[in-house]
């Protein structure tokens, strides 16, 4: 059933078409795009699974600082913990919550096998309109553990840059009402801070739960 999302967090724009959405994140528009961060760094040698790509970064990810409606997330975040991270916007009419309710279904699915859940961070691209206390109500939506945060561009970029994560806010006379073009993998970061695979669109829940048992395993 798909997730309701309230009236205040939908743009009242033209609906997003999913197939020209999904066209673009996967084309070679993001060279053009305002906020492509340049070529990722060189990364060990992938492993394809069903749903993901291994990557087994031996570097953790760069420092970084992001705000959230109680305080900060920084690296010390990830440190103890499996993380799902995902980039969007609270307004995104499609893709988010969809991926966000995918990745409910993930961790419900790892619960049921007895495994401890990983955290899910969302980190939104979208500061002008997504505050922290906006995104704290966004993640209500799907999961209250859900971690919701942002930064300014700058801010945005040690992850950004890091990941090779894309995103573009398309200008627009009403500043309520616009659309931003985004990446749509969601990132594993193992507990030591570390880039560990990166899982692609589109998102099926039960393989990327059977992906992150064996990407899990042993750790």
Same mark, same amino acid.
């Given at each position: 059933? $798909?997730?309701?999302?309230?009236?205040?967090?939908?743009?009242?724009?033209?609906?997003?078409?999913?197939?020209?959405?999904?066209?673009?994140?996967?084309?070679?528009?993001?060279?053009?795009?305002?906020?492509?961060?340049?070529?990722?760094?060189?990364?060990?040698?992938?492993?394809?699974?069903?749903?993901?790509?291994?990557?087994?970064?031996?570097?953790?990810?760069?420092?970084?600082?992001?705000?959230? =409606? #109680?305080?900060?997330? =920084? #690296?010390?975040?990830?440190?103890?913990?499996?993380?799902?991270? #995902? &980039?969007?916007?609270?307004?995104? $009419?499609?893709?988010?919550?969809?991926?966000?309710?995918?990745?409910?279904?993930?961790?419900?699915?790892?619960?049921?096998?007895?495994?401890?859940?990983?955290?899910?961070? &969302?980190?939104?691209?979208?500061? +002008?309109?997504?505050?922290?206390?906006?995104?704290?109500? &966004?993640?209500?939506? %799907?999961?209250?553990? %859900?971690?919701?945060?942002?930064?300014?561009?700058? +801010?945005?970029?040690?992850?950004?840059?890091?990941?090779?994560?894309?995103?573009?806010?398309?200008?627009?006379?009403?500043? +309520?009402?616009? +659309?931003?073009?985004?990446?749509?993998?969601?990132?594993?970061?193992? $507990?030591?801070?570390?880039?560990?695979?990166? &899982?692609?669109?589109?998102?099926?829940?039960?393989?990327?739960?059977?992906?992150?048992?064996?990407?899990?395993?042993?750790?």
């Amino acid at each position: 059933m $798909p997730t309701a999302v309230p009236d205040s967090v939908k743009p009242s724009a033209a609906p997003w078409l999913g197939a020209v959405g999904i066209a673009l994140a996967l084309s070679g528009a993001f060279l053009a795009w305002r906020h492509w961060p340049g070529p990722a760094p060189a990364l060990p040698p992938s492993g394809q699974m069903p749903s993901a790509s291994r990557i087994d970064d031996k570097v953790p990810l760069p420092a970084f600082a992001l705000h959230r =409606s #109680n305080g900060i997330v =920084s #690296n010390v975040d990830l440190l103890g913990h499996w993380t799902l991270l #995902n &980039f969007g916007y609270a307004s995104c $009419p499609q893709i988010c919550p969809t991926t966000l309710a995918t990745l409910r279904e993930v961790k419900a699915r790892i619960a049921s096998k007895g495994k401890t859940v990983p955290q899910v961070i &969302f980190v939104s691209v979208d500061p +002008e309109r997504d505050t922290p206390t906006r995104l704290a109500t &966004f993640m209500l939506y %799907f999961d209250s553990r %859900f971690i919701g945060a942002t930064g300014t561009d700058l +801010e945005l970029a040690a992850l950004t840059r890091h990941l090779g994560v894309a995103y573009q806010r398309h200008d627009a006379q009403d500043k +309520e009402h616009y +659309e931003v073009d985004h990446g749509t993998a969601v990132y594993l970061i193992d $507990p030591q801070g570390r880039l560990k695979a990166t &899982f692609s669109w589109p998102h099926d829940s039960a393989t990327m739960a059977a992906d992150f048992a064996k990407l899990t395993a042993g750790g």
